[in-house]
């Protein structure tokens, strides 16, 4: 999972504060998600689908 949202954050030339505020939450919150030490809520993690424009199972399924 954390590669496929560094992936995707990168390939649309996006820093990890960009991504935190189309989704709400604090830059260093999303860093800690992003690095899997944090989980992200289904509120977030819907948002994730629509900023990168792909599924749940995309993102977070290995």
């Known amino acids: 999972m954390i590669h496929k949202l560094y992936v995707a954050r990168r390939e649309r030339g996006l820093y990890?504060?960009?991504?935190?505020?189309?989704?709400g939450?604090?830059?260093?919150?999303y860093h800690e998600k992003e690095r899997g030490k944090k989980e992200f809520t289904l509120r977030e993690?819907?948002?994730l689908t629509k900023l990168f424009g792909c599924t749940l199972?995309?993102?977070f399924q290995d």
């Open 45 to 47: 993690a819907k948002a």
């Open 16 to 23: 990890q504060k960009d991504v935190a505020r189309k989704i």
């Open 57 to 59: 199972n995309d993102l």
């Open 25 to 29: 939450i604090h830059p260093q919150t």
